[in-house]
């Protein structure tokens, strides 16, 4: 196995929540005294890829905050608190009956085939756009994007060497079934890279050390967190597992546990700023 003292920080799954906590959290850490920014590696799933696309970019952390946290987000909702709930028990069923990984991925492949588009692929890609502010976003040599392919059951990894663009990397990486319809790349289909596992730490073999930011929903998933960590643990990658603060998950609480929901964008990252500020002594010592 390849390992050359590099850093990987992965950045998990969770909607407009996630990518709240996680800018927030990072920014914290900064400020703490850890400059998280220079880490070889960043792996993005779902909202972490597009929080990583930001991170990874050369903005200061004023322009993000005023980008990404001030700025009002006038997005329409894709989804319904209320249908939002029905989807979660539908994933949830998939979970108790699936028989196998593969079965349990398949399923949520047959969503992803039913979900309908209720706005236009240009559309949602110039949504992207204007998510990540200023600028245009564009690959570099830490950042890793992963989808899910319906056709081989398989997770994908993007990044700078895969010919993609990267807006179409990011919007197939998000598209959560039930909610935002496949992403067709080079004749396949891709959606939400979070039906393996929300975080897909186990696809970096060739760091030392890792900080896995996971926003700790109640989605069940085939391949388990911590049983992935265990796994690069014996393999001798040092890793640290962060989770939201109960102050960031109660914002979540009353937003009803729709992760889509924009608005709850200034209060989670003002909140898991401070987290990220308060951790960042311990992080320090293993970082």
């Known amino acids: 196995m390849m390992k050359k003292n590099k850093k990987a920080v992965v950045l998990g799954g969770g909607g407009h929540f996630g990518i709240a906590w996680e800018l927030g959290y990072l920014r914290g850490l900064e400020e703490g005294g850890l400059p998280i920014r220079e880490a070889d590696i960043f792996v993005g799933t779902s909202a972490g890829s597009q929080a990583s696309v930001i991170v990874t970019s050369d903005k200061d952390w004023d322009l993000i905050w005023k980008e990404q946290i001030e700025k009002e987000i006038t997005e329409i909702t894709p989804i319904s608190d209320e249908?939002?709930?029905?989807?979660?028990?539908?994933?949830?069923?998939?979970?108790?009956?699936?028989?196998?990984?593969?079965?349990?991925?398949?399923?949520?492949?047959?969503?992803?085939?039913?979900?309908?588009?209720?706005?236009?692929?240009?559309?949602?890609?110039?949504?992207?756009?204007?998510?990540?502010?200023?600028?245009?976003?564009?690959?570099?040599?830490?950042?890793?994007?992963?989808?899910?392919?319906?056709?081989?059951?398989?997770?994908?990894?993007?990044?700078?060497t895969s010919n993609v663009d990267i807006y179409t990397a990011l919007q197939a990486s998000a598209a959560l079934q039930g909610v935002w319809p496949s992403v067709e790349i080079n004749g396949k289909h891709f959606f939400d890279g979070g039906s393996f596992s929300m975080e897909n730490p186990d696809l970096v073999n060739d760091a030392d050390k890792m900080i896995v930011l996971s926003t700790g929903l109640p989605v069940a998933v085939p391949y388990k967190l911590d049983e992935l960590l265990t796994q690069l643990e014996e393999k001798g990658t040092q890793t640290t597992l962060v989770l939201p603060s109960e102050k960031v998950m109660n914002i979540l609480k009353a937003f009803h546990y729709n992760t889509v929901e924009a608005k709850m964008r200034p209060t989670v990252a003002d909140a898991a700023r401070e987290q990220g500020r308060a951790d960042a002594p311990f992080i320090k010592k293993n970082w």
Not at 121 to 137: C, H, P, T, V
């Open 83 to 160: 249908k939002m709930g029905e989807l979660f028990k539908t994933f949830e069923n998939i979970a108790q009956t699936a028989h196998s990984a593969e079965e349990w991925i398949t399923a949520e492949a047959e969503i992803s085939k039913q979900t309908k588009a209720f706005i236009t692929n240009q559309e949602r890609l110039d949504m992207l756009k204007e998510r990540y502010g200023s600028g245009q976003a564009s690959w570099n040599n830490k950042l890793r994007i992963v989808a899910t392919s319906i056709e081989d059951i398989n997770r994908k990894v993007f990044d700078e």
